[in-house]
């Protein structure tokens, strides 16, 4: 079968100009991500694996490499090269990223927060918040907290909030960037079910995990990664 | 989604120019003053799309030459040179190729504008209903119990109080008055909007209820706009591209997340890094 997502040596560096430096972020990646599998990549602090993601999503523009997605109609996009609007069309329909951290509206309810993908997509208001309460009960999000805006809550409700969200829209390839991390054993047990079920719906997902034995219970495939060397050398010029 | 504005290669010149101007100005000159005549070089060589139902951010500071942009794409200002097409349905239209009459209708039924002052986009000599009658009017409606209701209800969505509507938009806060501003823009149901610093000078919370109005209005119209701002957060709350300008020029464009955590130019890390 093909994959789903094939990286074929991604390196991203930054160039910071007003420090002179030229910082490498992460150094000549390959994996690949199968349609309902999971890639897990792993790796000390430091290795990459998130920009690996945000290269991935496009929140950062790669270096060099190829990054080559497969839609449903076969048709394959080097994410690397896509245009601003192809990566906004893949992010809205195929393409899901699940981050460490909650950015949303500070004055969204949570249950609003979660449904918005589908909202974004034309569907009614009402089905749309339907789906969002049943993953949010799913994931074990108290009822009381569905009307308030996320900001007030913990890390570990910011999170399955997040996850909800990510989820909602049924994506062909999901970017999970530690979804346990701020968890308990219990609801990471929640997480766990839910992960295991849309793997078996047929979602190709690429995470990072915090812990070894996630890895080893969700994980199809492991790529390791390891820190690029540093870069000392100070820009010749800076230009602006 | 469909094309819906094409801009290639626009430039605008206050002053009367000369053939240095562009030579002698922009980012690497650090000024947007001729040397040799004098004139400002507001814009030069701009080049974007929009598609249908996007929202595109026009990031820069005072100066950058951002709001011109804007200004021209609503016939406020005329071009020095440069192309803009306009797709709407079937039709499509060269901007600049127009006569005024076909300008002065497109502004009426396509486009609307919200300036940063209230004075440029509303009669104050009029109540805030009559505001938005006056371009009910002059997009062809009539009727005037149906310009009433119209006018009530665009005033109500924008949430503005109807017993407020007789009332002349001098007499309102900020915020009220930019909420006319939106209501009167949004009267024709344009599918293109140009906002130009809407926010700017609000109190905090003024400018978030406003910034809400405006997503939801997106998300329930699907109407276009191309917001100009020096405010990284309502760059980052409402646009999905975005353009940096700096003394005319265009010196990055990418998807917003991406302009805000991984910006390729030292203008826009500096700029990025000061808000932080």
């Known amino acids: 079968m093909q994959p789903v997502l094939k990286v074929e040596a991604l390196s991203k560096q930054f160039q910071l100009y007003e420090q002179g430096k030229l910082i490498p972020s992460c150094a000549d990646v390959h994996l690949e991500v199968q349609a309902g599998a999971l890639t897990a990549l792993i790796g000390p602090t430091g290795a990459g694996k998130s920009s690996v993601l945000k290269c991935i999503h496009r929140t950062y523009l790669p270096t060099s490499g190829r990054m080559l997605y497969r839609d449903r109609d076969n048709h394959v996009t080097d994410l690397a090269l896509a245009s601003e609007h192809r990566i906004l069309e893949l992010r809205h329909s195929d393409i899901g990223f699940v981050t460490q951290f909650l950015h949303c509206l500070p004055r969204k309810a949570a249950l609003d927060v979660v449904a918005e993908p589908l909202l974004a997509r034309g569907e009614g208001a009402g089905g749309a918040r339907e789906r969002a309460a049943e993953l949010l009960a799913l994931l074990n999000v108290p009822e009381r907290l569905w009307g308030v805006p996320p900001a007030t809550f913990s890390g570990g409700e910011k999170q399955r909030v997040n996850l909800a969200r990510g989820l909602i829209a049924r994506p062909r390839l999901l970017l999970l960037d530690e979804p346990t991390a701020s968890l308990d054993p219990a609801t990471t047990g929640r997480v766990v079910d839910l992960i295991e079920r849309i793997k078996a719906e047929g979602v190709a997902m690429l995470a990072i995990f915090h812990q070894p034995e996630l890895v080893n219970r969700l994980a199809d495939r492991v790529v390791e990664l390891t820190p690029p060397v540093a870069a000392t050398e100070l820009l010749e010029t800076c230009t602006s | ?276």
């Open chain 2, 1 to 276: 989604m469909n094309q819906m504005l094409e801009v290639r290669n626009l430039s605008k010149i206050h002053g009367r120019g000369c053939p240095r101007c562009f030579d002698s100005t922009g980012p690497d000159m650090d000024t947007n003053i001729c040397a040799h005549c004098g004139s400002v070089v507001a814009a030069h060589g701009v080049s974007f799309d929009l598609r249908a139902g996007e929202i595109l951010g026009i990031m820069g500071e005072s100066g950058s030459g951002k709001s011109t942009l804007v200004k021209t794409l609503f016939f406020d200002e005329t071009p020095t040179v440069g192309e803009v097409l306009f797709f709407d349905g079937e039709r499509q239209w060269d901007l600049f190729a127009l006569n005024a009459a076909e300008q002065r209708w497109l502004r009426n039924h396509r486009f609307g504008m919200v300036y940063q002052n209230p004075h440029l986009g509303l009669n104050f000599k009029v109540s805030a209903g009559g505001n938005i009658a006056e371009r009910l009017l002059m997009s062809d409606l009539s009727h005037y119990g149906e310009i009433r209701e119209r006018a009530r209800r665009l005033l109500a969505r924008t949430e503005v109080l109807p017993e407020r509507m007789d009332e002349s938009p001098k007499k309102f806060s900020g915020g009220m008055q930019q909420r006319v501003q939106i209501a009167k823009a949004l009267a024709t149901q344009p599918p293109l909007l140009f906002l130009d610093e809407v926010t700017t000078g609000l109190d905090l919370s003024v400018q978030a209820r406003i910034l809400d109005l405006i997503l939801e209005i997106q998300q329930e119209l699907g109407t276009a706009m191309i917001v100009v701002t020096h405010d990284l957060g309502v760059i980052r709350l409402l646009a999905g591209r975005t353009i940096v300008m700096k003394y005319g020029r265009v010196i990055e464009s990418g998807l917003t997340d991406q302009i805000l955590e991984d910006p390729q130019h030292a203008y826009t890390q500096r700029l990025v890094a000061s808000s932080l």
